[in-house]
């Protein structure tokens, strides 16, 4: 994707979203507008279609992230014929992109920033009736709350972990809340970042309705369970608790493995039950069909009836790679979904000593994975503890889903829970320590070269 300018798309791929996305109505509107320059969205019904653009607001998420986690390997052949992106990302290499490379984890996020700035930008200037206002507080709900997860998945994936002594200091990455293509903002601060994350989520929270009539379409639990993921890497738990309680609160429907046919793919034909809100990545070689389960993680599912073991994997040939992580767009799949919620919950419980609420969160989650009858619940003996088993059931329930990469960099800051990474390829070892520099992705350089921003160190 080549731009005049370091973050967004011109407005009239804004307008190429209706004319792409084959709805008769959206022919119409331009049929109506010949005039390219006059193909601006002037009406509620305009705005709907583009915040309906799940291209733009769904799919694409960054996934260098995962990439670089050890949810997974790659074996030397495909490792070696990967593009430079996935490949470098895989081994923490100092370089990640080739030259003159549209790095779609920068990319695609403020992308999705500009559609919802051009949404937020022009939804003040449309008369709304009484009987439209729900649809325009919809509307701008979900602007909101699309930005927001933009802004919160380019933090993690080009920021440093969230440190709250150094927050003020550290560098975020460039907030831009007006459509100006002709802007170059500096990177904001880790505090400013995540400040304006959640103002935008609160702002969000009282204009949708409590549960979506799509899993692709924002909703007030989905804001809550989003509030409750970013508290959580925060490392306020009080407030991560919370916030994961009110969205169980509005939904949280379990799967019990038992129903699923382990030999269908997709495992789920559209949406998991447990999505709140639906999402895709970025796919690389890496991520694809071809990844291999770190051996360590699929020996972890010990216990022959755990349903996780048929349901997560798919033995090719002797080869285990994984299977109900993928969508029915065969793409990896990122959701907001109950199963993470509860372990947030959990582990929230276990660190604020409420032990015997954290080990019922989890039981009341792992019973619905095991053979009908089979299951023992797990007890502790400390908050401790249940501390330890909620995190590695969190490890093996979440895996590859995106958030082993923030949960690496949360969890690295604590000496109890921090592991180095190691790859091995063609004899050659490659590692990464706890809150190693690398944990920041670098910045595209073309995009540098655009807006001379500072580079994260490597």
């Known amino acids: 994707m080549k731009t005049n300018h370091p973050y967004y ?25 010949p005039n390219q320059a006059l193909n601006i969205p002037s009406t509620l019904a305009d705005l709907q279609l583009l915040i309906g653009n799940e291209n733009i607001f769904n799919r694409n998420y960054p996934s260098l992230g995962l990439l670089s986690t050890d949810d997974y390997f790659v074996d030397a052949g495909l490792w070696a014929s990967s593009f430079a992106s996935g490949k470098n990302a895989y081994v923490w290499a100092k370089e990640i992109y ?18 919802a700035n051009t949404i937020l930008s022009i939804l003040p200037t449309i008369h709304t009736s009484n009987s439209q206002q729900t649809a325009a507080n919809t509307i701008k709900g979900s602007a909101l709350f699309y930005r927001a997860i933009s802004f919160y998945n380019l933090v993690q994936t080009f920021a440093m972990p969230y440190d709250s002594t150094t927050a003020a200091k550290d560098l975020g990455v460039p907030l831009p809340l007006m459509p100006d293509l002709s802007s170059k903002l500096p990177r904001s601060t880790e505090s400013q970042c995540y400040e304006q994350i959640i103002n935008d989520l609160n702002s969000a929270l009282p204009l949708l309705a409590d549960q979506s009539t799509s899993k692709t379409r924002p909703s007030k639990a989905a804001v809550l369970g989003l509030l409750s993921r970013i508290y959580l890497v925060m490392g306020n738990y009080n407030k991560s608790l919370k916030y994961a309680t009110d969205c169980l609160a509005l939904y949280n429907k379990l ?3 038992n129903k699923l046919d382990p030999s269908a793919f997709p495992v789920y034909p559209n949406f998991s039950p447990e ?11 890496e991520n694809s069909f071809s990844a291999q389960v770190d051996s360590n993680v699929y020996h972890s599912f010990n216990d022959p009836h755990d349903l996780r073991l048929a349901i997560f994997f798919y033995n ?20 907001i979904a109950t199963n993470e919620i509860m372990l947030t919950k959990a582990e929230c419980e276990a660190r604020l000593n409420s032990t015997s609420s954290a080990m019922s969160d989890l039981n009341a989650l792992l019973v619905n994975r095991w053979v009908t009858g089979t299951y023992k619940p797990l007890v502790a003996v400390s908050a401790d503890d249940a501390l330890k088993q909620i995190l590695k059931e969190r490890r093996k329930e979440l895996l590859f889903t995106g958030l082993r990469w923030s949960d690496l960099r949360r969890l690295n800051k604590d000496t109890r829970f921090a592991i180095t990474l190691y790859r091995n390829i063609n004899g050659v070892t490659y590692s990464i320590a706890p809150n190693d520099p690398r944990y920041a992705l670098p910045i595209p350089d073309n995009e540098i070269a655009l807006n001379p921003i500072p580079q994260n160190p490597r």
């Open 316 to 335: 090719n040939n002797g080869e285990i790679e994984f299977n109900s992580q993928f969508d029915f767009n065969n793409a990896n799949a990122a959701p």
């Open 275 to 285: 999505e709140i809100f639906h999402a895709s990545m970025i796919g690389y070689d």
């Open 9 to 33: 798309l011109p407005l009239l791929l804004v307008i190429t979203t209706i004319v792409f996305s084959g709805c008769k109505k959206q022919d119409d509107l331009l049929n109506a507008k």
């Open 255 to 257: 799967q019990d493995f």
């Open 98 to 115: 080739s030259a003159n490379t549209n790095v779609g984890d920068w990319n695609f996020p403020y992308q999705a920033v500009y559609y």
